[in-house]
């Protein structure tokens, strides 16, 4: 399995709701990412997950808040979000943050829409 | 910091071979990569190179890299329309993250 799955696919939600976007792969990697991206704009950088710890956290707002719950599987805990935040996530695995080739497999993305 | 570049967009006819281009700053890059992008799909990686290659093919694909230069390109032989799609060049940086460049669009015409 050389998949990373993201669900959902869409997800469109008010400022005020709560909502989580979750992500999964069965490759055995223990660095898990999230990235935004804004349209015709590369990814950036969210947040990184090292063996299961929060390792890198790219000055994101507090109401995106990343959880690991286990090595295969990735959260993003979404809360107060504003129009601005409309974007598509995009959820990547490696096998190793720190290994020097450190090919990353990205999942399909789930396109979010703040109203 | 690093900084990774790419002209917007590629305009090619399907049979011809495209050559899509990509400059970057930290001379410390250790691996460099190609990435497609489809409309409303995630990233998928197509080849990459080490810092110590010069050329590398793949099929359809071959990758030059100048490193005096900084100067990384990626040559699509005999585009096809499926080819069409953003191109993203990345780089390793020196924290073993990705830093990718703007992207580039490709339009391949019948």
């Known amino acids: 399995d050389t998949e990373v799955t993201q669900t959902p696919k869409h997800l469109v939600m008010g400022m005020t709701n709560k909502k989580s976007l979750k992500c999964e792969q069965h490759?055995?990697?223990?660095?898990m990412y999230w990235y935004k991206q804004k349209a015709k704009k590369p990814p950036e950088l969210m947040f990184v997950?090292?063996?299961?710890?929060?390792?890198i956290n790219e000055s994101v707002p507090s109401r995106f808040s990343p959880e690991c719950p286990n090595s295969s599987l990735l959260n993003l805990h979404l809360h107060a979000l504003q129009p601005e935040d409309s974007a598509l996530y995009l959820c990547a695995s490696s096998q190793d943050s720190g290994h020097s080739y450190n090919e990353q497999f990205f999942g399909p993305g789930t396109r979010l829409t703040v109203l | 910091g690093e900084d990774v570049e790419q002209s917007l967009f590629l305009s090619v006819r399907e049979g011809d071979s495209s050559v899509i281009n990509c400059t970057y700053t930290d001379s410390s890059s250790t691996y460099l990569y190609w990435y497609k992008q489809e409309p409303g799909a995630g990233l998928q990686l197509l080849t990459y190179?080490?810092?110590?290659?010069d050329m590398k093919q793949d099929q359809r694909l071959t990758v030059l890299l100048n490193k005096k230069d900084k100067h990384l390109s990626l040559r699509i032989a005999d585009t096809q329309t499926g080819d069409s799609a953003i191109y993203f060049c990345?780089?390793?940086?020196?924290?073993?993250?990705?830093?990718f460049g703007g992207g580039t669009r490709l339009m391949v015409k019948p």
């Open positions: 990345a780089e390793k940086n020196a924290g073993n993250m990705l830093t």
């Open positions: 190179i080490f810092s110590n290659m």
């Open positions: 490759m055995g990697h223990r660095a």
């Open positions: 997950y090292s063996y299961e710890k929060l390792s």
